[in-house]
């Protein structure tokens, strides 16, 4: 079979999902769903000079897709660079560099028909060879690649011919053509590494790590359907109030990540707009289930008890956003398991619970506002919550700059701030965050059972079956799971009203991280 459908659609049409139920999920995306409708509805115009404002910017920023992580080279690696497949507004995998992708029976091995006629930025045609070569590089023993823990499960990667890629799986994984879209798993010229060569919209014109790039249209780019400004300049602004007046004064078209504080000043800007995206991401604070006194479940139980998420939610969001259980599945996904019950905030149980454990020692949260916004914040309302339960919760400001390499998932900070933008199918989100193989796994919480059930999950085709262990895992989360998860965020970026074709999505903020190929100027 050809898989061009993702599996959400694949259980609506067999009935596998009830469809009031989906229904009601979607429109759990509110306006962005209307904002969707809009953009699409559009017809784009060409020309002008884009200016984005974007996070996560650093000095030690790469070019080379092994090394993408933060949010501001992840939206410039989508101007310059493609991926076998893309995530949808809808999250759906839809053919990109791939044409289709067609499992063999039992999903172990899967072949990929590439698009024929693609040019690179240098002239060269992209092959088979490039793919296997762009892939293996992730895969490689010594890659540190932020996708290692996906494509690791690839035991051959093969140019059947020269468009066209066999892989290779040693267990099944229904959720490959979900894989082949991670924003990191882009197409390179064999040979090449940090050169900034790839097949999207946009050619690299220059790169300051950690200051600015500038891009220019590629005039024979594959895909007419995008790319319709003439080029894109994204500065790096770091600071989210800098990012708001940037927005503000107009010095930039668009601007990630906006404080929900600030988007009152932006609304009452007759000139601006504010896209408000329910989304899969949330924050969390995570405990190395590995390190004292968070190696005892009674303790961890503890503080789940004793975060007031409803607090969290309404001071530090502003309510942009919705209640977290402690697993990192959001309502928005279909295989959400909406019967668990919330864990409320309640200080006695959560008294008894470190009582029980026998600790009655300090506890050191590391936090700073480099891993989200409002992170101390949300830290500090978590503290006075954990005050109520006797919990002596020390809050420690680490510095912004190298959090993510210092610090988070580091020794010496047992206990860190973090935020996933989520992923688009369960098993994904679980591989990355909570499998015993991902050094991602910054909870170092590893259960054998978990594991067992996600290699289940990958292999089952029947979705019913594939449901209930989704829930299970999400349960096995909850109970025993080293992340505290409060709530799930709504992205927030704003930009100027005559920027159009903005789209928004649930999974990655500003506009999947492309916004730069799909808006235009209205004259």
Known sequence: MTVKWSHLQQQLASGCIDRRA???GASALGASSVLAGKALAQTPKRGGHLVIAMSSASTNDSLDPTLIRSNYILSLGGQIYDQLAIIDEHVQPRPALAESWDAKPGGQEWVLKLRKGVQFHNGKEMTAADVVYSIDRHRAKESRS?????????SETTATDKYEVTIKLDGPNVDLPYILTLAQLVVIPEGTSKDGIGTGAFKLESFEPGVRSIVKRQQNDWN???????SVETVAINDSTARTSAVLSGAVHLANEISPSSVPSLEKNPALEVFSIASFGHKSFDTQTDAAPFDNLEVRQALKYAIDRESILRIQQHSYGKLGNDHPISP???FYAA???QRPYDPDKAKFLLNKAGFSGEITLSVADAAFIGAVDMAQIF????AKAGINLQVKRVPDDGYYSKVWNNQGHPF?????SGRPTPSLMFTHAYSSTSFSNSSHWKNPKFDQMLLAARAEFDVGKRRQIYHDMQFLLHEEGGALIPMFINYIDAGQKKVKGFVPFPVYEMSGLRAAEKVWFED
Do not use: H
């Not at 932020?146 to 690839?154: D, P, T």
């Not at 503290?383 to 954990?386: E, H, I, L, V």
């Not at 860190?416 to 996933?420: C, D, I, N, P, R």
């Open 22 to 24: 989906f229904l009601r």
């Open 146 to 154: 932020a996708v290692k823990v996906f494509v690791s499960s690839m």
């Open 224 to 230: 007419p359907s995008r790319g319709y400004v003439d």
């Open 332 to 334: 928005l996904d279909p």
């Open 339 to 341: 019967d668990i019950p």
């Open 383 to 386: 503290q006075a919550g954990a």
């Open 416 to 420: 860190v701030a973090s935020f996933w």
